[in-house]
């Protein structure tokens, strides 16, 4: 299932990167997905995962992937830990993945089944996504996991010189364009748009316990 999710739904899309393919075939994406929903895992689409966040369509995982030209030496960013798939994506590409979110009871759910399946390379944080993890910036890669109504500059102020941004951007709720940062210098940074997408909203609500 695996197999075909990324033949059909990725590489035929025009994903071709080889480490992202490989990443996409060996992560179990149904261990990321609640126990009633897993016999949909590997579906086209993205699915619920509880307080109102979603487990991103494969796809669109793949792109923002390939997007942001992970290597192995690099230090990750991810603002939106969610159920950690994309954490464990990254995390088989990068040196290292440094992962916050909201929602405490998330952030645990992902740490356990990270250490599950062997995964080592991941810090994990309660934060806030718009002011990031400045004590352990600069990072060489940041991907936003949810669509914000602008740029946070805290995350630009975090990405090293020659980094890349990958973040959803538009209205709450609403249809977002997936724009790619590129930071030059301290001084430049240069900004595309990519492809339409609809995120979960990135929020600064209080931070979450355990009732959320």
């Not at 994309?86 to 993945?97: F, K, N, P």
């Not at 806030?128 to 910036?137: M, V, Y």
Request: aromatic share 6%; proline share 7%; charged share 25%.
């Amino acid at each position: 299932m695996r197999r075909s999710m990324v033949e059909r739904q990725v590489r035929a899309r025009g994903v071709g990167n080889p480490a992202v393919l490989r990443a996409m075939e060996t992560t179990p994406r149904h261990e990321f997905v609640p126990p009633d929903e897993r016999f949909r895992a590997y579906d086209d689409c993205p699915l619920a995962i509880g307080l109102g966040q979603t487990i991103s369509q494969p796809y669109i995982v793949a792109y923002m992937t390939e997007l942001l030209e992970v290597t192995s030496g690099h230090r990750v960013l991810e603002v939106g830990t969610g159920s950690g798939y994309q954490t464990a994506i990254l995390a088989a590409l990068a040196r290292e993945v440094f992962t916050i979110d909201i929602h405490s009871s998330l952030i645990e759910a992902a740490r356990a089944r990270l250490a599950s399946i062997g995964i080592e390379n991941v810090q994990f944080d309660l934060r806030n996504g718009h002011l990031g993890w400045p004590e352990a910036a600069p990072f060489d890669r940041i991907m936003v996991t949810a669509g914000g109504t602008f740029i946070p500059q805290a995350l630009v102020d975090e990405l090293a010189p020659g980094g890349r941004m990958i973040i959803p951007v538009g209205p709450a709720n609403d249809d977002q364009v997936l724009k790619l940062v590129t930071k030059q210098d301290a001084f430049r940074v240069d900004i595309r748009d990519t492809v339409p997408v609809r995120f979960v909203p990135l929020v600064r609500e209080q931070l979450g316990g355990p009732g959320e």
